[in-house]
């Protein structure tokens, strides 16, 4: 892959803002946070426009709670079409770690991640979208 130089214009101020950003992100240049920023506009678009993404779903749950490990399973089932793995780990005696990686359209995704954050005992639930590496 060939790397092009080109100018930027751009305020006093927003640099020094930039650098500081920068710095705190532990870049190691201003090249390289322009790039991820880059990725990272072309990856939300890639969400807007429905194309395939990749991802995570977290959730932090009471395993306790009655019959809420067998709604989520059944919840995983009826979407295994973008679900490709998950992983369940144990956080102490009473509450779960459940990180379901997903492959597919944006839209299911969100639906998938609504579903099983909204299922009673379900402390928190996160829904990560990145890109599948194409397009970007």
Partial sequence: MALIRFGVSIEKDLLEKFDRFI?????????????DLIRQELIQKQ?????????AITLIYDHHKRELVNKLMDIQHDFGGI???SQHIHLDHDHCLEIVAIKGSPKQAQKLADSLKSVKGVKHGTLSMSATGKGI
């Avoid at 710095?23 to 790039?35: Q, W």
């Fill in 23 to 35: 710095k705190d992100k532990e870049y190691t240049n201003r090249s390289e946070a322009f790039r």
């Fill in 47 to 55: 969400w807007q426009t429905d194309q395939e993404i990749s991802g």
């Fill in 83 to 85: 679900i490709i793995s």
